[in-house]
């Protein structure tokens, strides 16, 4: 029989085997998740894990470990299990409904933050595929002012963007509501646009991780273009004057969503945006 000393149940222990096992399975980031897992097992930050490796799990608290530890080494993504996703400073709850908000997403959120500090008179905000709600409630935490409409197709996702709203406090100023595209959407000053972009081609090599978020928020077609078509053509009749839309793209769909903002813009100005790897990640149009 082991001494209590050599039962595992430590928290160094724990991460240790963690590292182990995630490493097995191909996991890229197995320290981090390993410290992500075990921190909101134990409801402690990752740094206190550092500071109180000697401290033992209770029973119930390795087998959730070891529970969580099965999912992610099957890829089930780290805010899946969690429940939780940082966007722009703010925690921001996620399920299976809805995309995890990605860091790159932050350029739109920076864009559209810059518009409205240089346009002061501008206020009113459209969240187009609001998803969790995190680009509208990183808005409205940022912006005072700002009013957002936050618009999604799909009711499951829009009940996570509610929860999100409440919970980040800002009900009075973001507007969760059901709309395709503009369809039910009010004149606005800035567009911020997350829809669908990716090809049916990249929807075939998607990454173990990826295949587990909802597939709707990822189908933009055969060209991956088929909703941002849409909200382009329809955009000129949004945008107020001295207006700005902002849509995320594939780096690679850059040329083309810029083209075809140009049509629908004509006297614009036209730039690409780049993403924490300096890629082409966003399009922007200032009327």
């Known amino acids: 029989m082991r001494s209590n000393d050599q039962d595992g149940s430590r928290v160094r222990d724990q991460l240790r085997a963690a590292r182990r096992r995630l490493t097995q ?12 897992l075990l921190g ?38 780290v805010a899946y299990l969690t429940g939780v996703k940082e966007f722009f400073g703010e925690p921001i709850r996620v399920n299976h409904r809805v995309l995890v908000p990605r860091p790159d997403t932050e350029v739109l959120v920076e864009a559209g933050l810059r518009f409205l500090h240089d346009h002061p008179g501008a206020r009113d905000v459209i969240d187009l595929g609001t998803g969790s709600g995190a ?42 509501r059901r709309s395709d595209l503009f369809g039910r959407a009010r004149p606005t000053d800035l567009v911020l646009a997350n829809l669908p972009y990716l090809s049916a081609a ?5 990454p173990l991780d990826v295949r587990h978020e909802p597939k709707r928020a990822l189908n933009g077609g055969a ?34 969503v810029a083209s075809l903002a140009r049509s629908s813009f004509p006297g614009a100005t036209i730039g690409v945006l780049a993403d924490l790897s300096r890629r082409s990640r966003a399009v922007e149009v200032r009327l």
Do not use: Y
């Open 40 to 77: 909101h097992v134990m409801k402690r930050p990752r740094e206190w894990l550092w500071a109180h490796d000697d401290r033992r799990l209770t029973a119930s608290q390795a087998r959730r470990f070891r529970l969580l530890l099965a999912q992610r080494s099957h890829r089930v993504p």
């Open 223 to 256: 060209d991956g273009l088929r909703l941002i078509r849409r909200a382009l053509a329809d955009a000129p009749r949004m945008l107020r004057p001295s207006g700005a839309m902002v849509i995320e793209c594939d780096p690679r769909q850059a040329r083309s």
């Open 135 to 176: 680009i509208a409630i990183a808005v409205a935490r940022n912006c005072p002012r700002a009013r957002v409409q936050a618009l999604d197709t799909d009711e499951r996702a829009l009940r996570v963007a509610r929860a999100n709203v409440r919970a980040r406090q800002v009900s009075g100023r973001v507007e969760v």
């Open 202 to 206: 990249a929807l075939r090599r998607l």
């Open 25 to 36: 399975a191909s996991i890229g980031r197995p320290a981090l998740d390993a410290e992500v």
